[in-house]
Protein backbone atom coordinates (compact mmCIF):
# COMPACT_ATOMS: atom_id res chain seq x y z
CA UNK A 1 0.00 0.00 0.00
CA UNK A 2 1.12 3.35 -0.41
CA UNK A 3 1.69 5.94 2.52
CA UNK A 4 -1.13 8.05 1.91
CA UNK A 5 -3.28 5.18 2.58
CA UNK A 6 -2.40 5.13 6.02
CA UNK A 7 -4.20 7.89 7.89
CA UNK A 8 -2.02 10.22 9.65
CA UNK A 9 -2.65 9.05 13.03
CA UNK A 10 -1.95 5.59 12.00
CA UNK A 11 1.53 6.12 10.94
CA UNK A 12 2.41 7.91 13.68
CA UNK A 13 1.40 4.96 16.40
CA UNK A 14 3.74 2.90 13.84
CA UNK A 15 6.63 4.88 13.40
CA UNK A 16 6.06 5.15 17.16
CA UNK A 17 6.06 1.39 17.99
CA UNK A 18 7.72 -1.21 15.53
CA UNK A 19 8.98 1.06 12.80
CA UNK A 20 7.36 0.89 9.23
CA UNK A 21 8.69 -0.33 6.07
CA UNK A 22 9.23 2.42 3.46
CA UNK A 23 10.59 1.46 -0.52
CA UNK A 24 12.83 3.91 -1.31
CA UNK A 25 13.94 2.55 -5.15
CA UNK A 26 15.95 -0.28 -4.96
CA UNK A 27 16.32 -0.03 -0.74
CA UNK A 28 13.87 -0.92 1.70
CA UNK A 29 14.21 1.39 4.90
CA UNK A 30 12.98 0.16 7.83
CA UNK A 31 12.06 3.43 9.93
CA UNK A 32 11.11 4.14 13.95
CA UNK A 33 10.63 7.83 14.60
CA UNK A 34 8.56 8.69 17.83
CA UNK A 35 8.04 12.28 16.47
CA UNK A 36 4.45 13.28 15.19
CA UNK A 37 5.91 15.85 13.03
CA UNK A 38 8.39 13.15 11.53
CA UNK A 39 5.11 10.92 10.60
CA UNK A 40 2.84 14.39 9.47
CA UNK A 41 5.78 15.15 7.20
CA UNK A 42 6.24 11.53 5.71
CA UNK A 43 2.69 11.45 4.93
CA UNK A 44 3.18 14.49 2.94
CA UNK A 45 6.19 14.37 1.10
CA UNK A 46 6.30 10.59 0.74
CA UNK A 47 2.61 9.70 -0.41
CA UNK A 48 3.18 7.75 -2.89
CA UNK A 49 6.05 5.69 -1.98
CA UNK A 50 5.16 1.77 -1.23
CA UNK A 51 4.85 1.11 3.02
CA UNK A 52 4.24 -2.49 4.69
CA UNK A 53 3.81 -2.73 8.48
CA UNK A 54 6.25 -6.18 8.85
CA UNK A 55 7.65 -8.99 7.17
CA UNK A 56 9.42 -7.83 4.89
CA UNK A 57 13.54 -7.15 4.88
CA UNK A 58 14.88 -3.89 5.20
CA UNK A 59 18.22 -3.05 3.74
CA UNK A 60 18.47 0.35 6.46
CA UNK A 61 17.65 0.21 10.03
CA UNK A 62 16.92 3.46 11.31
CA UNK A 63 15.52 5.07 14.19
CA UNK A 64 15.26 8.64 14.77
CA UNK A 65 15.76 9.02 18.82
CA UNK A 66 15.70 11.67 21.32
CA UNK A 67 18.24 10.93 24.11
CA UNK A 68 18.30 9.86 27.45
CA UNK A 69 19.33 12.71 29.61
CA UNK A 70 17.78 16.31 30.04
CA UNK A 71 17.87 16.99 26.05
CA UNK A 72 14.82 14.82 25.73
CA UNK A 73 12.59 17.95 27.21
CA UNK A 74 14.84 20.69 28.19
CA UNK A 75 16.11 22.02 24.14
CA UNK A 76 14.89 19.12 22.63
CA UNK A 77 17.42 17.22 20.30
CA UNK A 78 16.98 14.25 18.27
CA UNK A 79 19.54 11.30 17.35
CA UNK A 80 20.05 9.09 14.24
CA UNK A 81 20.61 5.63 14.98
CA UNK A 82 21.56 3.08 12.02
CA UNK A 83 21.60 -0.59 13.28
CA UNK A 84 21.45 0.72 16.79
CA UNK A 85 24.39 2.66 16.49
CA UNK A 86 24.07 6.17 16.59
CA UNK A 87 25.71 8.50 13.55
CA UNK A 88 26.14 11.50 14.20
CA UNK A 89 26.18 14.47 16.47
CA UNK A 90 22.67 15.23 18.36
CA UNK A 91 20.19 17.52 16.31
CA UNK A 92 18.05 20.31 17.21
CA UNK A 93 14.38 18.21 17.26
CA UNK A 94 12.71 20.35 15.27
CA UNK A 95 15.02 18.89 12.58
CA UNK A 96 13.88 15.66 12.83
CA UNK A 97 12.97 15.61 8.84
CA UNK A 98 16.14 17.40 7.76
CA UNK A 99 18.20 14.83 9.79
CA UNK A 100 16.37 12.05 8.22
CA UNK A 101 17.29 13.01 4.72
CA UNK A 102 20.60 13.67 5.23
CA UNK A 103 20.99 10.68 7.26
CA UNK A 104 19.85 8.97 4.53
CA UNK A 105 22.15 10.30 1.89
CA UNK A 106 25.07 9.34 3.88
CA UNK A 107 23.77 5.46 4.56
CA UNK A 108 23.78 5.20 0.88
CA UNK A 109 26.94 6.90 -0.03
CA UNK A 110 28.76 4.69 2.50
CA UNK A 111 26.75 1.34 2.18
CA UNK A 112 25.83 0.89 -1.36
CA UNK A 113 28.91 0.28 -3.34
CA UNK A 114 27.09 -2.30 -5.71
CA UNK A 115 26.60 1.06 -7.35
CA UNK A 116 29.17 3.61 -8.82
CA UNK A 117 27.34 6.69 -6.69
CA UNK A 118 27.77 10.17 -8.09
CA UNK A 119 26.15 13.30 -6.66
CA UNK A 120 23.92 14.25 -9.20
CA UNK A 121 19.99 15.00 -10.21
CA UNK A 122 18.90 12.69 -12.57
CA UNK A 123 16.02 12.82 -14.98
CA UNK A 124 14.33 10.37 -17.90
CA UNK A 125 12.69 10.87 -20.88
CA UNK A 126 11.84 8.46 -23.32
CA UNK A 127 14.29 5.80 -21.79
CA UNK A 128 17.31 8.59 -21.74
CA UNK A 129 18.71 10.27 -18.54
CA UNK A 130 20.50 13.58 -17.98
CA UNK A 131 22.62 13.83 -15.56
CA UNK A 132 23.83 17.32 -14.05
CA UNK A 133 26.16 16.83 -11.24
CA UNK A 134 27.34 20.28 -9.53
CA UNK A 135 28.07 21.77 -6.26
CA UNK A 136 25.90 23.95 -4.40
CA UNK A 137 24.67 26.94 -5.49
CA UNK A 138 24.91 26.21 -9.40
CA UNK A 139 21.00 26.10 -9.54
CA UNK A 140 20.92 21.87 -9.56
CA UNK A 141 18.03 21.75 -7.67
CA UNK A 142 15.77 24.30 -9.12
CA UNK A 143 15.88 23.39 -12.52
CA UNK A 144 15.53 19.33 -11.49
CA UNK A 145 12.61 20.35 -9.87
CA UNK A 146 10.69 22.39 -12.72
CA UNK A 147 12.21 19.63 -15.02
CA UNK A 148 10.43 17.01 -12.73
CA UNK A 149 7.29 18.84 -12.99
CA UNK A 150 7.45 19.57 -16.39
CA UNK A 151 8.05 16.28 -18.58
CA UNK A 152 10.88 14.40 -17.12
CA UNK A 153 10.69 11.78 -14.77
CA UNK A 154 12.67 12.32 -11.13
CA UNK A 155 15.14 9.39 -10.44
CA UNK A 156 16.77 11.43 -7.92
CA UNK A 157 18.04 15.18 -7.07
CA UNK A 158 20.98 13.89 -5.19
CA UNK A 159 22.52 10.81 -6.14
CA UNK A 160 23.01 9.22 -9.51
CA UNK A 161 23.32 4.97 -8.99
CA UNK A 162 25.15 4.04 -11.72
CA UNK A 163 25.58 -0.42 -12.25
CA UNK A 164 28.85 -1.48 -13.09
CA UNK A 165 27.88 -4.01 -14.76
CA UNK A 166 25.44 -2.57 -17.59
CA UNK A 167 25.74 1.33 -17.17
CA UNK A 168 22.33 1.93 -16.18
CA UNK A 169 21.07 3.81 -13.88
CA UNK A 170 18.39 2.97 -10.72
CA UNK A 171 16.02 5.42 -9.60
CA UNK A 172 15.93 6.67 -5.70
CA UNK A 173 12.86 9.04 -6.00
CA UNK A 174 12.91 11.30 -3.06
CA UNK A 175 11.92 14.87 -2.06
CA UNK A 176 13.40 17.29 -3.57
CA UNK A 177 15.48 19.67 -1.07
CA UNK A 178 15.54 23.44 -1.99
CA UNK A 179 17.22 26.32 0.00
CA UNK A 180 16.66 29.66 0.45
CA UNK A 181 16.36 31.92 -2.60
CA UNK A 182 15.13 28.87 -4.36
CA UNK A 183 11.85 28.20 -2.07
CA UNK A 184 10.54 30.90 -3.59
CA UNK A 185 11.50 30.80 -6.97
CA UNK A 186 9.53 27.17 -6.96
CA UNK A 187 6.69 28.24 -5.39
CA UNK A 188 5.85 30.91 -8.23
CA UNK A 189 6.92 28.94 -11.00
CA UNK A 190 5.19 25.78 -9.94
CA UNK A 191 1.78 26.53 -7.99
CA UNK A 192 0.64 22.64 -7.86
CA UNK A 193 4.27 21.53 -6.60
CA UNK A 194 3.80 19.86 -2.94
CA UNK A 195 6.08 21.18 -0.64
CA UNK A 196 6.74 20.18 3.38
CA UNK A 197 7.76 22.20 6.07
CA UNK A 198 9.98 25.23 6.05
CA UNK A 199 13.17 25.28 8.39
CA UNK A 200 14.62 28.68 8.92
CA UNK A 201 18.34 28.68 10.56
CA UNK A 202 19.63 25.48 9.47
CA UNK A 203 23.50 24.30 8.32
CA UNK A 204 22.37 25.26 4.85
CA UNK A 205 20.14 28.69 5.35
CA UNK A 206 16.23 28.26 5.10
CA UNK A 207 15.58 24.76 4.04
CA UNK A 208 11.97 22.86 2.83
CA UNK A 209 11.53 19.86 0.36
CA UNK A 210 8.96 19.14 -2.39
CA UNK A 211 7.53 15.86 -2.95
CA UNK A 212 8.27 13.98 -6.20
CA UNK A 213 5.61 14.11 -8.76
CA UNK A 214 3.52 10.40 -8.18
CA UNK A 215 4.33 9.11 -11.58
CA UNK A 216 7.96 9.40 -10.81
CA UNK A 217 7.73 7.40 -7.47
CA UNK A 218 5.27 4.55 -8.77
CA UNK A 219 7.96 3.97 -11.71
CA UNK A 220 10.98 3.59 -9.23
CA UNK A 221 11.87 0.52 -10.56
CA UNK A 222 12.26 1.42 -14.57
CA UNK A 223 15.83 1.59 -15.02
CA UNK A 224 17.08 4.49 -17.81
CA UNK A 225 20.35 4.73 -19.69
CA UNK A 226 22.68 7.71 -19.38
CA UNK A 227 22.45 10.06 -22.74
CA UNK A 228 23.87 13.39 -21.31
CA UNK A 229 25.95 14.55 -18.65
CA UNK A 230 25.35 18.90 -18.29
CA UNK A 231 27.11 20.49 -15.65
CA UNK A 232 24.42 23.70 -14.56
CA UNK A 233 25.15 26.99 -13.62
CA UNK A 234 23.00 30.08 -12.86
CA UNK A 235 24.50 33.50 -13.49
CA UNK A 236 21.43 36.17 -12.92
CA UNK A 237 20.03 37.16 -16.20
CA UNK A 238 22.31 34.42 -18.71
CA UNK A 239 20.68 33.06 -21.98
CA UNK A 240 19.71 29.82 -22.00
CA UNK A 241 22.29 27.42 -23.75
CA UNK A 242 23.96 24.64 -23.84
CA UNK A 243 28.06 24.23 -24.61
CA UNK A 244 30.26 21.18 -25.50
CA UNK A 245 32.68 19.90 -23.08
CA UNK A 246 35.10 18.37 -23.52
CA UNK A 247 34.80 14.99 -22.52
CA UNK A 248 38.42 14.34 -20.72
CA UNK A 249 37.81 17.59 -18.45
CA UNK A 250 33.85 16.35 -17.94
CA UNK A 251 35.44 12.53 -16.27
CA UNK A 252 37.24 14.52 -14.03
CA UNK A 253 34.20 17.01 -12.92
CA UNK A 254 32.00 14.02 -12.48
CA UNK A 255 34.60 12.05 -10.73
CA UNK A 256 35.04 14.90 -8.12
CA UNK A 257 31.46 14.91 -7.43
CA UNK A 258 31.35 10.50 -7.03
CA UNK A 259 31.16 9.43 -3.56
CA UNK A 260 32.35 6.35 -3.91
CA UNK A 261 34.71 6.74 -7.15
CA UNK A 262 38.07 5.77 -5.08
CA UNK A 263 36.60 2.82 -2.96
CA UNK A 264 35.50 0.80 -5.90
CA UNK A 265 39.25 1.08 -8.00
CA UNK A 266 38.76 -0.28 -11.45
CA UNK A 267 35.69 -1.18 -11.37
CA UNK A 268 34.65 2.84 -10.59
CA UNK A 269 37.50 3.60 -13.51
CA UNK A 270 35.93 1.33 -16.06
CA UNK A 271 32.01 2.19 -14.89
CA UNK A 272 33.04 6.10 -15.31
CA UNK A 273 34.83 6.04 -18.40
CA UNK A 274 32.31 3.91 -19.73
CA UNK A 275 29.12 6.42 -18.84
CA UNK A 276 31.06 9.47 -19.54
CA UNK A 277 32.12 8.28 -23.36
CA UNK A 278 28.10 7.10 -23.90
CA UNK A 279 27.11 10.49 -22.99
CA UNK A 280 27.00 13.77 -24.73
CA UNK A 281 28.60 15.98 -22.70
CA UNK A 282 27.83 19.88 -21.85
CA UNK A 283 27.56 23.13 -19.91
CA UNK A 284 24.36 24.87 -19.69
CA UNK A 285 23.54 28.46 -18.45
CA UNK A 286 20.49 29.62 -17.32
CA UNK A 287 18.95 32.58 -16.09
CA UNK A 288 15.15 32.04 -16.08
CA UNK A 289 13.47 28.81 -15.45
CA UNK A 290 10.81 28.99 -18.66
CA UNK A 291 14.44 29.30 -20.93
CA UNK A 292 15.78 26.61 -19.23
CA UNK A 293 12.93 24.13 -19.66
CA UNK A 294 12.51 25.33 -23.71
CA UNK A 295 16.26 24.44 -23.87
CA UNK A 296 15.88 20.78 -22.32
CA UNK A 297 12.54 20.29 -24.43
CA UNK A 298 15.29 20.56 -27.74
CA UNK A 299 18.06 18.48 -25.80
CA UNK A 300 19.06 15.79 -28.85
CA UNK A 301 21.53 12.99 -27.85
Known sequence: MRTADLDRSELAALLAADGAFLRLGPFTLRLRAPYRGVADALHLLYAEHEIATDGVFADLHVDLVPPRNLRRWIRPQALFHLDGEPLFQPYPGRLTLPLL????????????????????????RDGRAVLMPAKPGTGKSTLCTALAHRGWRLLSDEMALVRPADGLLDPIPRPISLKNASI?????FLPEAVFGPVWPDTKKGTLTHVRPPGDCVRRGAETARPAWDVFPRWPEGAVASFTDHEKSGAFMRVADNSMNYPSLGAAGFETLASLIDGCRCLEFEYGRLEDALDAFAALEP
Not at 103 to 118: D, E, F, K, S
Open 184 to 188: DVIRG
Open 101 to 124: EWGLNWCVAVLAHQYLILHAAVLE
